[in-house]
């Protein structure tokens, strides 16, 4: 099913920026939870709402070529902790 770019848009505003529960976006826009449910899918899986994590613990390049300096060597190989 398609919805209206607007509505998407609207719906996903409502509930990631201003933390609205479905069930009030809902009522506010006359519309079924169940269809908010949908439309916040739809926009995810369109790309018009995407989600960002920052893992701090993941080394940057700089501190690989810090280390490669600081023990001189050529490569340096890092992993990351699980």
Same mark, same amino acid.
Request: hydrophobic share 35%; with cysteine.
């Given at each position: 099913?398609?919805?209206? @770019?607007?509505?998407?848009?609207? +719906? &996903?505003?409502?509930?990631?920026?201003?933390? #609205? $529960?479905?069930?009030? @976006?809902?009522?506010?826009?006359? +519309? &079924?939870?169940?269809?908010?449910?949908?439309? #916040? $899918?739809?926009?995810?899986?369109?790309?018009?709402?995407?989600?960002?994590?920052?893992?701090?613990?993941?080394?940057?390049?700089?501190?690989?070529?810090?280390?490669?300096?600081?023990?001189?060597?050529?490569?340096?190989?890092?992993?990351?902790?699980?």
């Amino acid at each position: 099913m398609t919805y209206d @770019i607007d509505l998407i848009v609207e +719906i &996903s505003y409502l509930y990631y920026k201003s933390r #609205l $529960k479905q069930e009030s @976006i809902a009522r506010e826009l006359n +519309i &079924s939870r169940y269809k908010v449910t949908r439309v #916040l $899918k739809s926009a995810l899986r369109n790309g018009i709402v995407q989600f960002k994590i920052i893992d701090p613990t993941i080394y940057t390049p700089q501190f690989g070529e810090n280390i490669e300096k600081d023990f001189n060597s050529k490569d340096c190989i890092l992993g990351r902790k699980i």
